[in-house]
């Protein structure tokens, strides 16, 4: 039963219970503002996941591991150990490429690993689909085999530990790199590739190039 409004002991009973009422909603709505701001404050943290840090990586060279870009390399299939150093080597500027220094300048040692293991189970690209020079194609796997190439990135071109992949890397990316060696403005962590390139001339350049954007 409703007391009447001229009961003033029912009156006061009335506005203590109102104000007990509205102190509880006041609360529960602070309660509530306080989740949604500490929901919001770890938004960032939670999207921070590997593959959404990764992402920007692979709109260079390629979500699937094949680079659709040119003279940006594909990285599907990579030694994991290969790129570990290749990204220690950009973030201390031992290796300067712009995009790449400024990408990698905060990555702490694990963020090295971690990113080099994810790149590495990246799917490795598949061969040129076209129909190549037979001329062309002989002279690359005489050059391959002439020069060793095949002793150190492995019979089938994958590579291991340190050494890099080339089976089916990118045509251009390729002639790049290895003029890049041959004119010693590309330092590897040691003198092999510019000492194996000293004998070779541009135009083998480019045959290897061709041969090797094509292996099976």
Do not use: W
């Amino acid at each position: 039963m409703i007391p009447k409004s001229g009961n003033r002991f029912s009156d006061k009973i009335m506005r203590n219970q109102t104000k007990t009422i509205m102190s509880m909603l006041t609360f529960t709505r602070r309660i509530a503002a306080a989740g949604l701001l500490a929901c919001a404050a770890s938004q960032p943290l939670l999207a921070e996941t590997l593959a959404e840090r990764v992402a920007p990586c692979l709109t260079c060279h390629g979500e699937k591991g094949q680079s659709e870009t040119p003279e940006i390399p594909s990285l599907g299939g990579q030694p994991a150990p290969y790129l570990l150093i290749q990204l220690y080597l950009f973030r201390e500027k031992q290796r300067v490429v712009e995009i790449m220094n400024d990408m990698t300048k905060s990555f702490t040692d694990d963020d090295l690993r971690n990113f080099s293991d994810f790149i590495a189970k990246l799917p490795p690209p598949p061969p040129l689909v076209d129909t190549p020079d037979a001329a062309r194609m002989q002279n690359g796997r005489a050059l391959i085999g002439q020069h060793r190439c095949n002793s150190c990135h492995n019979l089938d071109l994958t590579g291991r530990e340190n050494i890099s992949r080339i089976a089916d890397q990118r045509e251009d990316y390729l002639v790049k790199t290895l003029r890049e060696y041959k004119s010693n403005t590309r330092h590897g962590y040691d003198g092999v590739m510019a000492e194996a390139l000293t004998p070779i001339t541009d135009a083998q350049i480019v045959d290897l190039a061709y041969y090797i954007a094509r292996f099976r």
